[in-house]
């Protein structure tokens, strides 16, 4: 199961601890409203039995008629009097006179000191106190009985309320802790979509560090710190790659000259002649592919910002094209310039980088074209200036269209018989285009051709 959010598990974090300690506290406040009622109803009790024990004392001599009367004045005045009665040592009730009444039923126990206990009266509970008194010199016991049913009523009633509060508690925790925890977690959501604009293209950029000194500040700090290194070991790579390409591109270019020079000499037999040849192509190679090293690298090592320079679209399309013309007239191609009013429009790139990418990819498209094929150029005006390059050649499959533009990558070669390129020369052109904010989309479908376009943008900002 996926786990839940942040969010939702401190929400129910929130709601777990909080209605636990609703309960402890319920239950805590049950014990003390227990406690403080029943030492209330004790006090009571005892109150009453001391003025019946007092009104008792007063009696010095036996006489039951006027006890009964002396003490109906004195019950008559308390609440539950009615409940109170007075018994003799050996048990038997000495008032009220008429105990017909239920609580009669109460036991009527002696006690050597005043003490209080809880009796039943069928399943009625009572709390019942009962003193040793004086009457005309012979010991008595005063029992004062109370019913603990309102308490009881009470009781529950508090206990109902409580278990009643659990639902809205657990509910509004719930909610609060969720939104609160989504709430906090905010800055976090902010950090996640800066870093996600953070691409190797824009290594220079840094997440905002919060005012606040707390985690987040710390962690922003540390993604800081990180995105600096990753961008020095990158610039150093880029660096190591463009000083290995310079230092090499000088020996090469001796190694070609030395080759042609070489093979100008008229005493050469065939097999040295063949051999130079081949020293000729590959250094010429070689120069190419350091070239394309060395401009990967320089773009690598510039920080991703536009340019403002601006291009002539037409222009650099009919010197591009111009070059190519000579390849094209060997294979017998057509290569033909669409005249379109776009081909006016000027782009924010400049010139030098316009002609390169649209080199790379006309170049392709004279690669991969069989002799007599036909490739077009044309420029449309949309939002952005599409430039657009359609040939009729062998095309690229479907699942090769997503990594055309990854380094040195290459469809397989067996399917035709070019031979030239490393895989860099599109690559080099997406990332040129990025620094502009341009784009580079491919349409291709096997044996029928490819159509790429440049979505270039009209004006710099
Ligand atoms: P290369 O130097 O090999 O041409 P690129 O980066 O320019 O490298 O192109 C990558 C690969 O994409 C090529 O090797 C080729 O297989 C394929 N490709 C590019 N353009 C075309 C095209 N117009 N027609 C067919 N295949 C193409």
Not at 277 to 287: G, H, T
């Amino acid at each position: 199961m996926k786990p839940f959010s942040i969010s939702l598990r401190l929400g129910i974090w929130y709601a777990g601890l909080s209605v636990l300690g609703f309960a402890l506290f319920g239950i805590a406040m049950w014990f003390v409203l227990t406690s403080s009622m029943l030492a209330w109803k004790d006090r009571t009790l005892q109150m009453r039995a001391t003025r019946v024990q007092a009104a008792l004392a007063t009696m010095s001599r036996r006489d039951d008629a006027a006890m009964i009367k002396r003490l109906n004045e004195v019950v008559g005045l308390l609440p539950e009097g009615e409940l109170i009665r007075v018994a003799r040592n050996d048990g038997q009730p000495l008032f009220p006179r008429d105990v017909a009444s239920h609580t009669s039923r109460l036991p009527l126990s002696s006690c050597p000191i005043p003490s209080l206990r809880d009796v039943f009266v069928g399943r009625e509970k009572y709390r019942q106190m009962c003193m040793p008194a004086l009457y005309a010199g012979d010991t008595v016991y005063v029992v004062a009985p109370s019913p603990l049913l309102e308490d009881r009523i009470l009781l529950r009633n508090f206990t109902y309320g409580l278990l009643r509060t659990i639902p809205f508690i657990l509910l509004l925790s719930g909610v609060g802790g969720y939104v609160l925890s989504r709430r906090a977690l905010r800055p976090v959501d902010l950090l996640i979509a800066e870093a996600k604009t953070i691409t190797p293209d824009n290594l220079t950029r840094r997440l905002t560090v919060s005012a606040a000194d707390d985690q987040l500040r710390r962690l922003a700090m540390e993604w800081n710190g990180l995105l600096s290194r990753i961008h020095s070991a990158m610039s150093q790579v880029a660096q190591f790659t463009a000083d290995a390409s310079h230092e090499l591109r000088t020996p090469v270019a001796y190694i070609r000259a030395t080759a042609e020079y070489s093979l100008g000499l008229p005493s050469l037999d065939d097999e040295t002649r063949e051999g130079l040849c081949a020293i000729v192509d590959e250094a010429r190679l070689m120069s190419d592919l350091l070239e394309n090293l060395l401009t990967l690298a320089r773009l690598d090592m510039t920080p991703g910002s536009l340019r403002s320079e601006t291009a002539d679209v037409g222009s650099v399309i009919a010197e591009v094209a111009e070059y190519f013309r000579p390849a094209v007239n060997q294979k017998e191609q057509a290569l033909t310039v669409m005249p379109t009013d776009a081909v006016r429009a000027s782009v924010c790139m400049s010139a030098l980088h316009l002609r390169r990418i649209l080199t790379v990819i006309l170049d392709n498209a004279v690669k991969y074209t069989p002799v007599r094929g036909r490739i077009t150029v044309a420029c449309n005006m949309h939002e952005t200036v599409d430039v657009v390059v359609a040939d009729s050649g062998i095309g690229i499959a479907a699942e090769h269209l997503g990594r055309i533009f990854d380094r040195f990558y290459r469809v397989d070669q067996s399917r035709t018989d070019v031979t030239e390129g490393v895989g860099l020369g599109l690559s080099i052109a997406k990332l040129i285009a990025e620094l502009y904010g341009a784009r580079i989309d491919v349409v291709s479908s096997v044996g029928q051709g490819t159509t790429v376009t440049m979505r270039l943008p009209p004006s710099c900002p």
